[in-house]
């Protein structure tokens, strides 16, 4: 009986051990900019933070306060802003690198994939960042995270730092500002149309989107579905399959208009 009792208390000290470290935040300066640079290899760089701190339970991270971030990849380069950022390694993979933040800002956003890409500057909400360095290939996945108001998730491969594919899914994107996004010779098609939201599902690799599923919905719900590849240097080179649903016979004109 009194050896049971013992257990008890021991493994109520341990749970209240437990309970004590997991609120427990140490003060650290271990996460520098190098370090960064050679955990992502070079994607990512650290501007500056005002704090940081090492977290010990449920899973031991790293959390930096207000910090300031850069993306550089030849198609990419961006400013990413952070309030609270956290960074852990998986237990069975060191390569294998978490990344998450509730809020983020991306600012000065400049790339060869959009024109306007001012216009890509915003917040993201809850967003939580995989990445998996194997050899000389890197993977970066996210979770369902919010930006410009739609449910956005990605799967990005890269080999030797060149981007060779991403997967990607949005749904409920404003479709007004994407439109701006594109190249002028694209942008004729959607003229005088009123297309409110975009879904859609599918993949780019060298210069080539695959659709799973493209949706282009219209204000009075009239839905234009495009299924195929879609070849952005050359446009004729494209195997699309165009359907419309609900779709008014004056939008169907207009957009065969655009096409001339």
Do not use: C
Not at 66 to 95: A, G
Not at 102 to 112: A, F, G, M
């Amino acid at each position: 009986m009194k050896k049971v009792k013992i257990i008890s208390i021991l493994v109520l000290l341990l749970v209240v051990i437990l309970t004590i470290l997991s609120f427990i935040k140490l003060p650290i300066k271990t996460l520098t900019n190098e370090r960064i640079q050679s955990e992502t290899r070079g994607i990512f760089s650290l501007n500056n933070s005002d704090a940081q701190s090492l977290l010990l339970l449920p899973t031991p991270k790293i959390e930096l306060l207000n910090s300031s971030f850069s993306i550089n990849h030849p198609s990419i380069k961006l400013d990413v802003l952070s309030s609270n950022t956290e960074f852990s390694k998986s237990i069975f993979n060191n390569d294998n690198i978490h990344i998450t933040s509730s809020k983020t800002t991306l600012e000065n956003i400049n790339t060869t994939l959009f024109d306007n890409s001012v216009l890509l500057e915003d917040e993201i909400e809850n967003l939580k960042i995989q990445i998996i360095n194997k050899n000389n290939s890197t993977e970066i996945k996210s979770n369902n995270f919010i930006y410009k108001g739609a449910d956005i998730t990605f799967n990005a491969q890269l080999q030797n730092d060149e981007l060779t594919k991403i997967s990607f899914s949005i749904e409920g994107l404003d479709i007004d500002e994407l439109i701006l996004l594109l190249d002028k010779k694209y942008q004729k098609y959607f003229k005088q149309i009123n297309f409110s939201t975009l879904n859609i599902k599918g993949e780019y690799s060298y210069d080539t989107f695959i659709f799973e599923k493209f949706d282009l919905v219209a204000e009075d719900n009239a839905v234009l579905s495009i299924l195929g590849s879609l070849d952005i240097k050359n446009i004729f080179n494209s195997d699309l399959n165009i359907n419309g649903n609900n779709f008014p016979s004056k939008i169907l004109l207009q957009l065969i208009k655009n096409f001339d």
